[in-house]
């Protein structure tokens, strides 16, 4: 704990800056925490009410955080394989396109028209329609230059943010995850929700990052400490003599008790909107949960594609499998969507999309394509700057047989951290990379 | 010892001998065999509160004949671990059934802080050199540890050294070594990366060995730390093992393990061992001096660590005094933040109040519910009644009260041991053997148990 002042100061004063921790009776200090507890549920899992740090964040001079946005929450969707993003977001119109896919083109009448010349595949109906409604919008021709064509080196990048010549032991989730604790000490920066392994940019110094498979229920356990802990404090005469971390313990038990029952009641909660039975679809609705919950998680992380092999990574008979993956992403999101947005949550949730790379132009003879260079990528939410944003890469001018990309990865990561999430986003990517205008204003 | 133990000490004081027999209790016996080893059993806490407490560290250093068949044993059978989770299943029933924790205790330690990097590109039976050489040098002298572990074919895999090239040193291993083996950060300049990494050019890994090649080896001059010479592996771990501020760095990173991680410790208290590391005593010896204390029997060490998930699981499987599957364990701790073998960065595990996040402790809440239903793989083993009934408590409140005092030593407010008792008193005769799980379920549970 010495590692963070601030914490430890948090600890010997509250607030108003009159309890010391050895000298004042417990049971004051328990009431006054309860106290507390009834105007944020959580204590010290929302920012502001932070034991520590507390008056950092109430005077809102803590360094690189923004605190009118501290209830946002980010979700980044991984395209696990490379996604063709030429029949993801298709210009039907383009004479290249329509030549170099002898079977693979989609023709006007079967995709779903955005603007002109340029349309959804047609498996993305939903997509389209939260499209429409200004939900959805499309950053074209994101990538970066050099960029690697081969998924563990591609992937590596986009995980780790790359920067050039560094060597990076953690990714840039993990790092963003890590400021959020050192400014909000004790929360949940994070959280994975899939099945497949921990993807490496979870990885943190600091926050320990869990992966959630299903919607936790309150454990048995955690009732049975309850009862033991209500009305009690709860160290030994030993442990408790001037000892911090037996009143953090005592802290933090309690306050598991509460997020417990917060996830307890938000499941009890009545369902707004059917999800479909994708495997995508049950984790979104997981998430959902638990921005319901509130329990001032910043940033989920969700897959699609499976993690290894196969999944985007469409290098044969492309058109069913990618149709099928393209299914699963737009029912599943747009009933996310629409489930935020019946209480008005969409408007503080910002979902974006990445793969490692787009595809090749040209099919491959196997009817698939090739790893790929720019990729289109989609943000969904209540507060994103509706439409189609930057141009459709010209295909006229490829690099090596893929589109070139004309917006670096890392501008969007910038954005989402500073503008979005309200953190300092050059302490998490190293560089000062410029904004992309994808935010509503 | 007692409560006036809570006052300050001189530093060298604080070091001295704890001859203070006649303080000697539960309690105590408890505190000294959690920090050197993983949750105690009853007959280890007897057995520590008969001898006292020097003649039980006595035990605890030394290598008995059974210590020595066991290491062989398990040696023998890990050799079969061909993945990583068997891997972390053999190390783990180590830990569980050791006569001699402290040593699996002190790989845990190394094992977090000569961290590895990614270890995907890591063979299972590298990993296990890895960790074997690690066991065999955990309590002796820096410089030998340095140089047996640093040049493990798993630490060069996994930092990306596998190919230190004349005109290519690997500045990024070099920096590892520096800011997280040895020195710590700002003990060391630009220059110092550099000549480190030169120091280390020459060697390979070669279809899983390590290889020196000699005309990849920069055998220029080189001044590190102000030294000159041609230096090369050899003496770089000589250099960094005797310099100051890698014993004073080693000396604070073992007081947070055995002592507190409440408090920075000052320089004063911390300069004693770092200078027994300069001359050359061993890391055991070290460790020894730390743990017979003045200091380590005060109160300014008493609970003053936050359990990593390793201890507190083992902590509550261990005092059982049955075997559980391991391998489930090591998913279980992976779950918990701790997977044994993948350390999150090339630091190692983040530490103390790191561990006790409100997240983590429903995570914790989760896997003690797991660990106690009478159906799940551990649940079937672990039997409290049958336990307590075997060291003679026989009736519902002397078997919670056995309870308390194997898994706190009774160290909780009179109303949170009365509300367990009670507990298990209205529960009828048929389910008491359940309600004596749902005890162990929440004791698991409380503030103090998340403490060393």
């Known amino acids: ?441 | 010892m007692g409560q006036t133990a809570c006052a300050p000490m001189e530093p060298q004081e604080a070091w001295q001998r704890f001859e203070q027999d006649s303080a000697w209790n539960l309690k105590w016996a408890g505190h000294l065999l959690r920090r050197i080893g993983f949750g105690p059993t009853w007959p280890e806490l007897q057995k520590a509160l008969a001898q006292g407490p020097q003649k039980t560290i006595d035990g605890l250093f030394q290598v008995s004949a059974e210590a020595e068949a066991f290491a062989g044993q398990m040696d023998q059978w890990e050799a079969s671990a061909a993945t990583l989770p068997q891997i972390r299943a053999w190390w783990l029933r180590r830990m569980l059934e050791t006569p001699q924790p402290l040593v699996e205790k002190m790989t845990l330690f190394w094992h977090s802080q000569l961290a590895l990097g990614n270890v995907r590109n890591v063979s299972p039976a590298l990993l296990r050199e890895y960790l074997r050489t690690i066991r065999r040098y955990c309590l002796g002298r820096l410089d030998s540890l340095f140089r047996a572990v640093v040049l493990q074919p798993a630490m060069l895999l996994s930092h990306g050294a596998e190919a230190n090239r004349k005109a290519r040193p690997n500045e990024h291993f070099a920096r590892v070594l520096l800011e997280q083996f040895s020195v710590g950060p700002g003990g060391f300049t630009e220059k110092d990366v550099q000549e480190t990494a030169r120091s280390l050019t020459g060697y390979f890994v070669l279809r899983e060995e390590v290889r020196f090649i000699d005309r990849e080896y920069d055998s220029g001059p080189k001044t590190l730390f102000g030294r000159s010479g041609p230096f090369g592996a050899e003496e770089l771990f000589d250099l960094l093992a005797r310099h100051p501020a890698t014993a004073k760095s080693i000396a604070r990173k073992l007081y947070r393990f055995f002592i507190s991680e409440a408090e920075e410790p000052g320089d004063a208290l911390l300069e004693p061992l770092a200078s027994r590391l300069i001359q050359g005593q061993t890391i055991g010896q070290v460790v020894e001096t730390m743990v017979r204390s003045k200091w380590f029997f005060s109160l300014a060490a008493y609970r003053r660590r936050v359990k990593c998930p390793v201890e507190w699981a083992l902590g509550v499987l261990r005092p059982m005094e049955v075997l559980v599957p391991t391998e489930p364990l090591g998913h279980a701790l992976a779950e918990l933040g701790q997977a044994l073998g993948e350390p999150p960065t090339p630091a190692g595990w983040p530490d103390g109040v790191h561990w006790i996040s409100p997240a983590l402790l429903l995570l914790r809440g989760k896997w003690s519910q797991q660990f106690w239903a009478s159906d799940s793989p551990f649940g079937q083993k672990l039997d409290p009644a049958g336990l307590a009934a075997r060291h003679a408590a026989k009736t519902p409140s002397a078997q919670v009260e056995f309870l308390l005092n194997l898994y706190l030593q009774r160290d909780l407010p009179p109303e949170v041991q009365n509300k367990l008792v009670s507990q298990v008193q209205w529960a009828s005769h048929q389910t008491n053997s359940n309600a004596l799980r749902q005890v162990c379920q929440t004791l698991a549970l409380l503030p103090a148990f998340q403490l060393a």
Request: charged share 20%; hydrophobic share 40%.
């Open chain 1, 1 to 441: 704990m010495h590692r963070n002042p601030s914490f430890q100061s948090g600890l010997s004063s509250n607030r108003n800056g009159t309890y010391r921790s050895g000298g004042v009776d417990r049971r004051r200090f328990l009431v006054q925490w309860s106290g507390q507890m009834g105007l944020a549920m959580l204590g010290l899992l929302r920012p502001g009410l932070a034991a520590a740090g507390w008056e950092k964040h109430s005077e809102g001079t803590s360094p690189g955080t923004d605190p009118a946005k501290q209830d946002r929450v980010l979700v980044i969707l991984q395209m696990t394989g490379g996604n063709d993003g030429l029949n993801t977001v298709v210009p039907y119109e383009d004479d290249v396109y329509g030549r170099s896919r002898p079977t693979l083109r989609l023709r006007r009448t079967e995709v779903h028209r955005l603007t002109d010349g340029l349309g959804l595949h047609p498996e993305m109906k939903e997509a389209a329609r939260l499209f429409h409604e200004g939900r959805l919008s499309i950053v074209q021709g994101v990538g970066y230059p050099n960029s690697q064509r081969n998924h563990p080196e591609a992937m590596r990048d986009w995980q780790t943010g790359y920067v050039p010549g560094l060597h990076v032991p953690t990714g840039w989730i993990g790092r963003a995850a890590d400021l959020i604790l050192q400014q909000t000490p004790f929360c949940l920066p994070a959280v994975f929700v899939g099945r497949i392994e921990i993807p490496f940019t979870l990885r943190a110094k600091t926050a320990i990052i869990p992966t959630v498979a299903k919607y936790p229920q309150m454990p048995l356990a955690i009732k049975g400490l309850e009862k033991i802990l209500e009305k009690t404090a709860s160290n030994g005469d030993a442990a408790s003599a001037d000892n911090p971390l037996a009143e953090l313990a005592d802290r933090s038990c309690r306050q598991a008790i509460q997020i417990a029952e917060k996830l307890q009641r938000a499941a009890g909660s009545a369902q707004l909107v059917e999800y479909p039975r994708f495997g995508l679809a049950q984790d979104l609705q997981v998430v959902a949960q638990l921005i319901r919950a509130d329990l001032g998680i910043r940033i989920f992380y969700v897959e699609l594609g499976g993690g290894g092999l196969g999944g985007f990574d469409t290098h044969a008979h492309q058109a069913a499998n990618h149709g099928a993956l393209l299914r699963e992403f737009s029912a599943s999101v747009a009933a996310w969507a629409d489930d935020l947005a019946k209480d008005h949550s969409l408007d503080r949730v910002l979902l974006m999309t990445f793969s490692e790379f787009g595809r090749t132009v040209r099919e491959n003879g196997r009817r698939g394509t090739d790893h790929g260079a720019a990729q289109p990528i989609l943000l969904v939410g209540g507060r994103i700057r509706p439409g189609l944003i930057g141009p459709h890469p010209n295909l006229a001018e490829l690099e090596a047989n893929a589109p070139k990309p004309h917006t670096d990865f890392r501008r969007l990561y910038r954005t989402v951290l500073q503008e979005w999430l309200g953190l300092e986003a050059k302490a998490v990517l190293g560089l000062p990379w410029s904004p992309v205008p994808i935010l509503s204003s």
